[in-house]
């Protein structure tokens, strides 16, 4: 997964630089993402997660994604990174189909009465989605199939989201 991501922005590296900035395929790219922060009773959290989506056709974009996430919490401590292939289909303006497939490394931090728990793992998820918008932003809900309890870093397989692209 990491892998792909590389590979999808060494080739948009690479095409930029023999493409000059106003070209077809720089009108057709959109760049967003998603910034969280969060406090309560002896927590906090902070997520940065930019995108960026090439809008191939009228109805299919395609594009790549990083994620970071940090939560402090009492006992427990997270730090969360990776990336993500996003595919968004339109097959009417204001209806978003979504897929989106997210590769996250964890490490998760636990103070334990008699001892600390430290683990560090791969954390998949798929999520498909479906959302009511426009081109610039779309207000939906999404899925994670893949969705495992004990090792997400979610607190349920199905979110909320609002996706805004400039």
């Avoid at 940065?48 to 299919?60: G, K, M, R, V």
């Avoid at 303006?93 to 964890?106: G, H, I, M, Y």
């Avoid at 560090?120 to 426009?134: E, H, K, R, V």
Wanted: charged content about 15%; overall charge negative; aromatic content about 14%.
């Amino acid at each position: 997964m990491i892998l792909c991501v590389f590979f999808t922005a060494l080739c948009g590296l690479g095409y930029s630089q023999l493409t000059p900035r106003d070209s077809d395929f720089w009108k057709n790219v959109h760049f967003g993402g998603n910034l969280g922060l969060g406090f309560g009773n002896n927590s906090f959290n902070a997520s940065i997660s930019p995108s960026a989506i090439y809008q191939a056709t009228e109805i299919l974009g395609l594009g790549a994604g990083l994620n970071f996430n940090y939560a402090k919490f009492r006992d427990a401590k997270l730090v969360a990174y990776g990336g993500s292939v996003i595919s968004l289909f339109n097959p009417i303006p204001a209806l978003q189909l979504s897929a989106e497939l997210e590769q996250l490394r964890v490490n998760r931090q636990l103070e334990l009465d008699g001892g600390n728990l430290e683990e560090d793992y791969w954390s998949p998820a798929l999520f498909l989605g479906i959302g009511y918008g426009n081109r610039n932003v779309t207000i939906g809900i999404r899925y994670d199939v893949l969705y495992d309890s004990q090792k997400s870093i979610y607190a349920s397989a199905l979110m909320p989201f609002v996706r805004v692209y400039f």
